[in-house]
């Protein structure tokens, strides 16, 4: 995510098991609710996020060690 300062907040109305929900599985996947929702919000906007960019490096360096 961008390492500018956020001050700005996003309100939206779900249920407190739905809340609930996803932080529960933002916790399982190692991920704070804030990181989870804006990278959520990242992909389905089309943007590629900071985990995505880490994983293709990690997979290229896998495959460039496999090939050599």
Request: charged share 30%.
């Amino acid at each position: 995510m961008s390492t500018s300062k956020k001050t700005t907040h996003l309100t939206i109305r779900i249920s407190p098991e739905e809340l609930q929900e996803v932080k529960d599985f933002a916790a399982s996947q190692g991920m704070s609710f804030t990181d989870f929702v804006l990278e959520a919000l990242a992909e389905k906007m089309g943007k590629e996020n900071d985990r995505d960019k880490r994983l293709t490096a990690l997979e290229r360096a896998v495959f460039q060690s496999q090939v050599a």
